[in-house]
């Protein structure tokens, strides 16, 4: 069976978690390929709502292998406090692996990515000053510390001792900070390897044969495309390598690209955005803004704050222009939109479907900021349809205006809508098209 990818096709913060745990179900494998808990999937199911930063959303499923691979950075005291934070909830983690092969954010990664932003100054890109991109710069660098070396006290010792030296005179030099200890470090992050090793493991083995065996392996991605290094609106993206792009789900978890047939685009039915840099269809003040970014037309819990910072995210009207760019850069074979619940309220609702800048009429994604600033979106505008959806889970029981409205963003992204998310919880949800399988829901 072939491997799919499950992207945010945004900016991230498209309802992935809530997708993954929704597909999960036929699937053996669920594997977490890209960034660190500077990314967060939110899931509300029968045990609750749970916030998940490392450990892929399917773990609710216990006959499911859940796997953190070698494409993701990991913070071992935060993956620590999320796996006591699941079993106390009465959730099995013995179904998941992490990549001998992933690396470790140090104690001097943190701090360096708050220096760095406060350093930056009005060209700061607003992380989330978790160190998941200097962690990532490291990996790049070939300095980085790997989970391997964790387990490894030899290993550990000799990394360490040569890394933190480097690292001391950075803080030091350009930051005027204070160096930092090796003696806690070393006692510190042994002991986290010691907790972790039962969990650790040659991952990449592990999918690779599942593939072969022909199970169903899932791919979860982080963030969204548009925070891609080499795709997204450069230079206010992400530092994971690979980031959230389909291409990098066959490197973060160690599989053939011809493993993987199938991507499943999530989008929003609006748009949000965290951190600074470009956003065309931003609302910055007025009713509109504040409908979409408390929920006030959806159902509860469905405000837009981020999952792992709390910080009100940046909320705008629903943007073709990116939407189809990105489905097209990805291969999106399969759209899930989400939150469609969340625009019950308005009485019309607008989709970007092009751009203004100066004088002439773009379809594409401006290459420099420049550009992007002088972007005026060109909008359609759609009538809303006033009534709560959160209880439909057939198309054809959606109000005749919703149904319009999702059509035109199919007709727009020229990909069929097989997902639309009513509500958060996981049966919440309206299947057009079995992305397994193939039957046909009215």
């Given at each position: 069976?072939?491997?799919?990818?499950?992207?945010?096709?945004?900016?991230?913060?498209?309802?992935?978690?809530?997708?993954?745990?929704?597909?999960?179900?036929?699937?053996?494998?669920?594997?977490?390929?890209?960034?660190?808990?500077?990314?967060?999937?939110?899931?509300?199911?029968?045990?609750?709502?749970?916030?998940?930063?490392?450990?892929?959303?399917?773990?609710?499923?216990?006959?499911?292998?859940?796997?953190?691979?070698?494409?993701?950075?990991?913070?071992?005291?935060?993956?620590?406090?999320?796996?006591?934070?699941?079993?106390?909830?009465?959730?099995?983690?013995?179904?998941?692996?992490?990549?001998?092969?992933?690396?470790?954010?140090?104690?001097?990664?943190?701090?360096?990515?708050?220096?760095?932003?406060?350093?930056?100054?009005?060209?700061?890109?607003?992380?989330?000053?978790?160190?998941?991109?200097?962690?990532?710069?490291?990996?790049?660098?070939?300095?980085?510390?790997?989970?391997?070396?964790?387990?490894?006290?030899?290993?550990?010792?000799?990394?360490?001792?040569?890394?933190?030296?480097?690292?001391?005179?950075?803080?030091?030099?350009?930051?005027?900070?204070?160096?930092?200890?090796y003696q806690p470090i070393l006692d510190t992050y042994l002991a986290y390897g010691e907790k972790l090793r039962p969990y650790v493991t040659d991952t990449l083995t592990f999918v690779?044969?599942?593939?072969?065996?022909?199970?169903?392996?899932?791919?979860?991605?982080?963030?969204?495309?548009?925070?891609?290094?080499?795709?997204?609106?450069?230079?206010?993206?992400?530092?994971?390598?690979?980031?959230?792009?389909?291409?990098?789900?066959?490197?973060?978890?160690?599989?053939?690209?011809?493993?993987?047939?199938?991507?499943?685009?999530?989008?929003?039915?609006?748009?949000?955005?965290?951190?600074?840099?470009?956003?065309?269809?931003?609302?910055?003040?007025?009713?509109?803004?504040?409908?979409?970014?408390?929920?006030?037309?959806?159902?509860?819990?469905?405000?837009?704050?981020?999952?792992?910072?709390?910080?009100?995210?940046?909320?705008?009207?629903?943007?073709?222009?990116?939407?189809?760019?990105?489905?097209?850069?990805?291969?999106?074979?399969?759209?899930?939109?989400?939150?469609?619940?969340?625009?019950?309220?308005?009485?019309?609702?607008?989709?970007?479907?092009?751009?203004?800048?100066?004088?002439?009429?773009?379809?594409?994604?401006?290459?420099?900021?420049?550009?992007?600033?002088?972007?005026?979106?060109?909008?359609?505008?759609?009538?809303?349809?006033?009534?709560?959806?959160?209880?439909?889970?057939?198309?054809?029981?959606?109000?005749?205006?919703?149904?319009?409205?999702?059509?035109?963003?199919?007709?727009?992204?020229?990909?069929?809508?097989?997902?639309?998310?009513?509500?958060?919880?996981?049966?919440?949800?309206?299947?057009?098209?079995?992305?397994?399988?193939?039957?046909?829901?009215?």
């Amino acid at each position: 069976m072939p491997a799919i990818v499950v992207i945010g096709g945004q900016w991230g913060d498209e309802g992935k978690g809530r997708v993954v745990d929704f597909h999960s179900q036929y699937c053996s494998v669920i594997a977490r390929y890209s960034a660190g808990n500077n990314a967060g999937h939110t899931i509300i199911n029968e045990r609750g709502k749970f916030a998940l930063h490392l450990v892929p959303a399917g773990i609710f499923r216990s006959d499911k292998t859940c796997v953190i691979g070698n494409g993701v950075v990991i913070d071992p005291a935060k993956l620590l406090d999320e796996i006591d934070m699941l079993t106390s909830r009465g959730v099995s983690i013995s179904n998941l692996l992490i990549s001998q092969h992933a690396h470790v954010i140090m104690p001097w990664h943190p701090i360096i990515d708050r220096a760095e932003e406060t350093l930056k100054g009005d060209l700061a890109i607003g992380t989330t000053g978790t160190g998941t991109g200097p962690a990532f710069h490291d990996k790049v660098a070939r300095i980085g510390i790997r989970m391997a070396d964790l387990l490894d006290g030899d290993s550990f010792r000799w990394k360490l001792k040569n890394t933190l030296e480097y690292k001391n005179k950075v803080l030091t030099s350009l930051y005027g900070l204070p160096p930092l200890e090796y003696q806690p470090i070393l006692d510190t992050y042994l002991a986290y390897g010691e907790k972790l090793r039962p969990y650790v493991t040659d991952t990449l083995t592990f999918v690779q044969e599942a593939d072969a065996r022909g199970e169903m392996i899932l791919l979860e991605g982080a963030q969204g495309v548009l925070l891609d290094l080499d795709t997204g609106t450069y230079p206010y993206v992400t530092s994971s390598v690979p980031a959230s792009v389909a291409a990098g789900g066959a490197i973060g978890i160690g599989l053939g690209p011809t493993s993987i047939s199938r991507v499943v685009g999530v989008y929003k039915s609006y748009q949000t955005r965290v951190g600074n840099g470009p956003m065309p269809t931003e609302i910055t003040s007025g009713g509109d803004m504040e409908m979409l970014r408390e929920g006030l037309g959806g159902a509860a819990g469905t405000a837009e704050y981020g999952t792992t910072t709390g910080r009100a995210r940046r909320v705008g009207w629903f943007d073709s222009v990116l939407a189809k760019y990105t489905a097209r850069s990805n291969g999106v074979t399969s759209v899930a939109l989400t939150r469609l619940d969340s625009l019950s309220a308005f009485e019309s609702i607008k989709i970007c479907v092009a751009y203004e800048i100066g004088d002439q009429r773009v379809t594409t994604l401006p290459a420099t900021l420049t550009d992007a600033a002088r972007a005026k979106p060109i909008y359609e505008e759609l009538p809303g349809w006033q009534q709560d959806v959160t209880h439909v889970r057939h198309l054809a029981d959606l109000p005749p205006e919703a149904r319009q409205y999702v059509h035109r963003i199919q007709d727009l992204m020229g990909v069929p809508v097989d997902m639309i998310s009513v509500g958060p919880e996981r049966h919440q949800a309206i299947v057009t098209r079995d992305i397994f399988g193939g039957a046909i829901q009215s």
